[in-house]
């Protein structure tokens, strides 16, 4: 059972940065793909971006691209979300999630067989 743990979330001022953790364990981390969605409150969640097996293709949701950037440490069972250019409309919780099958959709929540309980991240304006 792949077990997902998400770190990194916090308070940060509109233009900061914050970096996310997802740790990973209980699979082995060079299959899986990884990706992160988020969700605030009244809202539905939402894909933000991932990154597959091989590291290889990465894939943002429109309204990060430039902003945000997906990676993964092989030697640490890790992705990583960098956060750059906050916006308070970035306020949501974060999530990552991880599948080892090789499927499509990936900007899907339904593609991932894996989730992690989620990280609080919060933009003041």
């Not at 059972?1 to 996310?20: D, F, I, K, N």
């Not at 299959?31 to 988020?38: A, M, P, Y």
């Not at 894939?59 to 430039?66: E, N, P, Q, R, T």
């Amino acid at each position: 059972q792949v077990q997902l743990v998400e770190s990194g979330g916090g308070l940060v001022q509109a233009g900061g940065s914050l970096r996310l953790s997802c740790a990973t364990s209980g699979g082995t981390f060079t299959e899986l793909t990884v990706g992160w969605f988020r969700q605030s409150p009244g809202r539905e969640r939402e894909f933000v971006a991932y990154v597959t097996f091989s590291g290889q293709t990465t894939s943002y949701a429109d309204f990060v691209k430039g902003r945000f950037s997906i990676s993964r440490d092989n030697a640490k069972n890790t992705v990583f979300l960098q956060m750059n250019s906050l916006e308070a409309e970035d306020t949501a919780v974060y999530s990552c999630a991880a599948s080892s099958a090789r499927r499509g959709g990936r900007e899907y929540p339904t593609s991932y067989d894996y989730w992690g309980q989620g990280t609080q991240v919060t933009v003041s304006s």
